[in-house]
């Protein structure tokens, strides 16, 4: 025991030898934390943060108080949950990290089930694709395996064994792709309770929970009281002739345990899961550094439901506020000494039926005829190929395509060159971006903002995971053919209402600075590692380390 003990300590300073000559010498590093709060909003957009950020009283008001970043990046074209969420605690761009997309087609894999999700574990037999969108998402196996590189939290475990990693978020792929594959700790809600990996057992605090929450929503809810500031937005928007979004104020009948995760609520009780490890676990109070991930995903349910400029999203972001307050709060008093991040994992955009009406005629929803199927059926006839089996493969409209398998490289290459010139004459197609060019690109450098939609798409690709090809729709374009209950918009394209984000960070006694200038959720990992004395080398990271001192201080240089 004695002789692991020395092993791992002299590993950890021949590793990160400036912090421990620090502390051997009994010095105090000017910035250090004993608990990285690390909290990932999802769908909150840098335009959600700026368009209240006047009005926040709680939480998001602290954060708002320290450096504030208010055009973070996430870099990378595929602008969805679990390629944003890998980039946050790995300070690399999603491709690198093999998060390509929340799903992608791997035509190769054994199972029946070509589609894989990108924190499951396909290699599991009898496993198969669980629909994000489906009602049960049962059928595969939660799981980091496609994260192919660590996060701050197992890169802190590795120098010090005492640090506990632990990840809380409202969807599997939020906490896992946050946490990585060596945690402590590990909760996501799965149907009516927070559940943990395969074959691990819930903690008694999260089973008490679990059960408290289940009585609150075996109860029905009473609409919030509408906040003044949020009654110009109260307004009924039809999407169709069943559908219409706007002026809902979560009420909720008995039993609704469905339409609890898009009110604000569910953020509520992912704060409660969150705070009940901190407490059982005493995170921040142990000999060494430890990380909290936490993922809060009512912000992204009510986006897909409602939309983003409605009274729902108005009520939301006054409670995302208030529960992050809460959270806050309960940290100071047990004294836990903590660096709080906040960031979003992509941004978000309106339904189109309401942007028609601010501004924005142009807005519409995507050509129900503008998919894999269709257009590889088209290809199949023009060039008069036999049988039926389908030519192109994809998750969804935009994004990765994949042709199939089991043509010859010549009809390959002719299906390729027929698709490409089909999508690319679509009216709402912005680019078709072939994955040989993609392959053979450096990772692109320079102000993010100025990337070219290639650029974009390269830093969400992986030779081995994308597909033969990529389609970038125009903007303002909103990938729904028809909107349906819970799902009326969305995000995933390459332009800024779904790239920029909000990054902000803050500790007790941090001065306040705004720095308007574009940085990126790459930067957050090197920028929090270097906070709690952690050097991550230049060529494991695609980011910076910001220096988040304002004054003559270097955070950087800890
Ligand atoms: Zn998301």
Redesign the pocket.
């Known amino acids: 025991m004695r002789a692991i003990k020395y092993v791992t300590a002299f590993v950890a300073c021949l590793t990160f030898s400036a912090a421990a000559n620090a502390e051997e010498q009994g010095e105090k590093k000017p910035f250090n934390a004993k608990l990285v709060v690390a909290i990932a909003v999802?769908?909150f957009s840098a335009d959600l943060f700026s368009e209240y950020r006047s009005s926040f009283t709680g939480g998001l008001k602290r954060l708002s108080s320290g450096a504030v970043f208010p055009s973070g990046y996430q870099s990378h074209a595929a602008t969805?949950?679990c390629p944003?969420?890998a980039t946050i605690m790995t300070g690399v761009h999603a491709g690198r990290a093999g998060i390509i997309a929340n799903n992608w087609i791997n035509l190769k894999v054994k199972r029946d089930d070509k589609t894989i999700y990108c924190a499951e574990d396909e290699r599991i037999e009898g496993t198969s694709f669980g629909s994000i969108t489906a009602e049960v998402q049962g059928e595969y196996i939660e799981s980091a395996w496609h994260l192919l590189v660590p996060t701050l939290g197992e890169r802190l475990k590795k120098i010090s064994p005492a640090s506990r990693n632990v990840a809380v978020s409202g969807?599997d792929r939020?906490a896992l792709m946050m946490g990585g594959r060596e945690v402590d700790a590990i909760y996501w809600w799965k149907g009516k309770g927070f559940a943990t990996l395969n074959g691990q057992s819930i903690a008694p605090a999260i089973g008490a929970l679990n059960n408290e929450i289940a009585a609150k929503i075996e109860k029905s809810r009473a609409p919030y009281a509408i906040p003044a500031r949020c009654e110009a937005r109260n307004r009924n928007i039809v999407v169709s002739e069943k559908q219409s979004v706007g002026d809902y104020a979560f009420q909720r009948p008995e039993g609704a345990s469905r339409i609890f995760r898009a009110s604000p609520d569910f953020d509520g009780v992912t704060v409660d899961a969150a705070l009940a490890l901190v407490q059982s676990m005493k995170l921040g109070q142990g000999e060494a550094t430890d990380v909290l991930s936490l993922s809060l995903?009512a912000t992204?349910y009510i986006g897909h439901a409602f939309g983003t400029g409605g009274l729902e999203m108005c009520i939301q972001m006054s409670e995302l506020d208030r529960n992050l307050g809460i959270l806050f709060s309960a940290l100071d008093e047990q004294n836990i000494d903590y660096i709080a991040m906040l960031t979003s994992?992509?941004g978000g955009h309106d339904l189109p039926e309401r942007l028609q009406e601010q501004g924005l005629p142009h807005a519409e929803r995507i050509d129900p005829d503008l998919n894999a199927n269709y257009i590889g059926a088209q290809i199949r006839e023009s060039l008069a190929l036999p049988g039926d089996e389908p030519l192109l493969h994809a998750d969804s409209p935009f994004g990765d395509y994949y042709i199939s398998l089991s043509l010859d490289e010549e009809t390959k290459a002719t299906v390729k060159a027929e698709a490409v010139k089909l999508l690319t004459s679509h009216r709402q197609v912005h680019s078709v971006l072939d994955s040989a060019d993609l392959a053979a690109m450096p990772m692109p450098q320079g102000p993010v903002e100025e990337w070219t939609m290639a650029e974009r798409a390269r830093a969400s690709f992986h030779p081995d995971r994308s597909g033969d090809f990529i389609v970038l729709l125009n903007k303002a374009v909103t990938p729904i053919a028809h909107g349906g209950p819970g799902y009326v918009a969305t995000?995933g394209s390459p332009w800024e209402y779904d790239r920029r984000v909000p990054m902000l960070f803050w500790h007790k006694g941090i001065t306040h600075f705004e720095q308007p200038h574009s940085v990126k959720t790459v930067d957050i990992a090197p920028t929090l590692a270097a906070f709690v004395g952690v050097d991550i080398p230049a060529d494991e990271t695609d980011g910076r380390c910001l220096d988040i001192d304002s004054g003559a201080g270097n955070s950087c240089q800890n």
Do not use: C, L
């Open positions: 999802d769908q969805e949950t944003g969420h969807k939020g995903s992204d994992d992509h995000h």
